[in-house]
């Protein structure tokens, strides 16, 4: 085996355990400290595939925003921080079905996917994947309408939330 | 190196596990956290994927992926702390004023 | 970039523009709360339709394949931003008779019409997710708009949560179609799938999976659970506007990606869609029997109607029918949509605060009392139920007609069936209203009264000149790569 054999094997570990416990775990605060792990988990991965841009967005995004925001609102509704309850719904044997049949339908098409088992091309040493991503997202030949759409679409967003949190007088 | 088809089973395991969250569990966090791991799965897909074809495309999707999930953030705990306010519940099944 | 590029988005330029600016205007210079926003947020739509309908008859790409202008895309800009304008009008005294009047509404309606107006132009795949999200987010913060009361409140967390795990989906079925084509742009999956350059199975749980996704959002069976609750508990101007805007939405992206660029996978996904579009037409009209809330009754009766149009969807493979099922389904969104707007401004005219107003039996006597508002509701539920002269019975004749012609006989008996139960349902409504004695409440503001009208009259009028709209819509074909 080989070092990079083994940084994958742990993170993949870690990466699915912690996704698990997300799912199981009662504590919602412990669910999201799990999903923080998923998320450093994938930022790796990240790493391992190249696109150290994207592992440090993740980190930014994912870990420093949106993780943040869930625990502001796990906090704000303490209430139920931790429920004495069933924590499951009442269909969940179906839905134990549905994910294994999802699950089994996923990695039957993967195998057959002809690159499946070949190896990952190097990058190029010259090629500047953020400089280029960059470009790509400002050219009109690219990718510049998603660009500017997401930008709308974060302006609707921010009116929308504080439309939803704006007190009534 | 590695085969990037052991990228993609992993963003498979991952799906699932997002979508059994959604499936089973009561708590809105919960769900949308569930929900958050199966976008991430689909990002990992996209890298792994970009990295075979040697294609910048797969992670700019990634990148947008990632703006939407922080919009949906926004409004949706917006929406759940609200729905708090109101009840002093956020389990989905008790989502259940309107009946047929 | 050329001007070309930028003229082939203009509609949508000039509605982003004009919402963007709308929210400073009515922060900075009308302040107070009856002011103009509805009537500058209608004026930006009609501008904005201008710039569509002026691109009338052109056929290109812009931005290196990102968006494209066809006559499906103007047909479905044009249908957006008059749902919009309806959508304006039935909300405008609805809001103020519910004391929940802010003109954030009208901006976050703009912001959702700029999502689907960018779904019927959509070329890629990214373009596609995004603009989903751009049609969805507004409409999640809409439905909940009549906080802090616990029914849109709830609808709006059903509706975000399902909305987004049907996001989840979308964006797996995305990475597989680029896993398997290694491109996202439905130009680029068509080629690849020509070269054999593409793995046709990864690429057919990608479709699959995007129409999970989407199906939900057009509330096909089995992905419909939330309806009935999120239609019931949304406002219902929002609730109008979503059953024909984000429906409309939906079926634009599932025409534009699996007419022009799946059309190789029909043999592994026809027989899915079939079976989807039977359901959905049979639990939709089914179901609706029991109801006895007009607003939960017209939510199964808008999953049936996306049941209809995901026949002419059932035959995207066959190359020689697609472009009239194409027309078809556009044509059946036309009077869906006339006939939907129409149905819920009489339910708005009947609504009054904390949900009342909207059982079945408060429909009794309406016809005594109201006859104008009546006979409009009667001719809207005739069209619903497929009855000449109406446009909802020329919508189902094209509609069957692609489906006979692509050979589904069965799908096709099976929506001819579905429709004599729907009878049942809907002209009971009729029999309410005129047979049965009672002491409607209307509030039927000039706005309303106005949608009602001209959308009765439309339905009745447009069916018999059914002719040149349907040769407009069969104009409006997908632009292939």
Not at chain 1, 124 to 141: F, I, K, N, W, Y
Not at chain 2, 46 to 58: D, P
Not at chain 3, 139 to 149: D, E, H, T
Request: glycine share 8%; no cysteine; net charge neutral.
């Amino acid at each position: 085996m080989t070092a990079l054999q083994i940084i994958f094997l742990i993170t993949a570990v870690i990466t699915l355990g912690a996704a698990a416990m997300v799912v199981i775990t009662r504590n919602l605060v412990h669910a999201a400290l799990w999903l923080i792990m998923t998320f450093f988990g994938i930022s790796v991965l990240y790493v391992l595939l190249n696109a150290g841009f994207l592992a440090v967005a993740q980190v930014v995004i994912y870990i420093g925003a949106i993780s943040i925001l869930m625990i502001f609102a796990i906090m704000l509704t303490r209430r139920v921080q931790q429920d004495f309850g069933p924590q499951t719904n009442a269909a969940w044997p179906w839905a134990l079905v549905i994910a294994a049949a999802l699950f089994g339908g996923l990695i039957w098409i993967f195998s057959g996917w002809g690159n499946f088992f070949t190896q990952a091309p190097v990058m190029g040493e010259r090629a500047d994947p953020l400089r280029q991503l960059g470009m790509a997202l400002v050219s009109p030949e690219q990718y510049v309408i998603p660009f500017e759409v997401a930008s709308v679409m974060l302006t609707a967003a921010l009116i929308g939330a504080i439309m939803v949190a704006w007190e009534r007088k | 190196m590695l085969p990037v088809g052991y990228y993609i089973a992993l963003s498979a395991i991952l799906f699932t596990l997002g979508a059994l969250g959604v499936l089973i569990r009561r708590n809105s966090i919960v769900i949308f956290m569930s929900i958050e791991l199966m976008l991430n799965a689909g990002n990992l897909a996209f890298v792994a994927f970009a990295r075979a074809y040697q294609s910048l495309s797969g992670q700019i999707f990634v990148f947008f992926i990632m703006a939407v999930a922080a919009a949906e953030v926004a409004v949706g705990l917006a929406l759940i702390v609200a729905i708090f306010q109101t009840k002093r519940s956020i389990d989905v099944d008790q989502l259940n004023t309107m009946q047929g | 970039m050329n001007v070309q590029d930028l003229y082939a988005i203009s509609p949508l330029i000039v509605l982003v523009t004009w919402a963007t600016l709308l929210i400073l205007v009515d922060v900075y210079i009308i302040r107070d709360r009856n002011g103009g926003t509805p009537i500058l947020a209608a004026l930006g739509l009609l501008v904005a339709m201008g710039f569509a309908i002026a691109q009338t008859g052109q056929q290109y790409t812009a931005f290196n394949g990102m968006a494209v202008v066809d006559g499906f895309a103007i047909f479905l800009q044009v249908l957006f931003l008059g749902s919009g304008l309806v959508g304006i009008a039935l909300a405008y005294n609805y809001l103020q008779r519910m004391g929940i009047e802010r003109s954030e509404y009208y901006i976050l309606l703009l912001y959702s019409i700029s999502g689907m107006m960018l779904m019927a132009i959509a070329a890629d795949l990214i373009v596609v997710f995004l603009a989903l999200e751009l049609l969805s987010i507004p409409l999640y913060v809409l439905a909940g708009f009549g906080r802090p009361k616990v029914e849109p409140e709830e609808a709006a967390l059903k509706y975000f949560l399902l909305g987004a795990f049907a996001g989840g989906f979308v964006v797996y079925g995305i990475a597989l179609a680029f896993g398997a084509t290694a491109t996202t742009s439905l130009a680029g999956i068509v080629q690849a799938v020509n070269a054999g350059s593409a793995n046709l199975t990864l690429l057919s749980i990608g479709a699959a999976l995007i129409l999970i996704g989407l199906g939900f959002k057009v509330a096909a069976v089995p992905f419909h659970m939330w309806t009935p609750d999120v239609y019931q508990g949304a406002p219902s101007a929002v609730t109008a506007f979503m059953s024909v805007g984000a429906k409309a939405g939906g079926f634009a992206a599932l025409l534009r990606v699996f007419v022009s660029a799946l059309p190789e996978l029909a043999a592994d996904l026809s027989p899915v869609l079939w079976v989807l579009a039977a359901l959905t037409m049979i639990l939709g009209n089914v179901v609706a029997i029991a109801q006895g809330n007009i607003k939960r009754l017209l939510a199964y009766s808008s999953i049936a109607h996306a049941g209809y149009i995901l026949m002419a969807l059932v035959v995207f493979g066959n190359t020689q029918v697609s472009s009239d099922a194409v027309a078809a389904a556009l044509f059946y969104l036309v009077a869906y949509a006339v006939t939907s707007f129409g149905a819920w401004a009489v339910v708005i005219a009947l609504e009054k605060a904390e949900q009342k107003g909207l059982a079945l039996d408060d429909y009794a006597g309406l016809g005594r009392k109201y006859p104008g508002l009546a006979a409009a509701m009667a001719v809207f539920m005739l069209s619903f139920t497929g009855v000449p002269p109406t446009l909802g019975f020329v919508g189902k004749l094209y509609l069957f007609r692609t489906v006979l012609e692509g050979g589904f006989i069965w799908l096709a008996v099976i929506g001819v069936l579905t429709s004599l139960v729907s009878a049942y349902y809907y002209l009971r409504i009729v029999v309410i209203m005129y047979m049965r004695d009672g002491d409607p409440q209307v509030h039927a503001e000039p706005w309303l009264r106005l949608t009602a009208g001209v959308t009765a009259v439309a339905t009745v009028v447009l069916s018999l000149y059914a002719g040149p709209l349907f040769a407009w819509a069969s104009q409006a074909v997908l632009k292939l790569f």
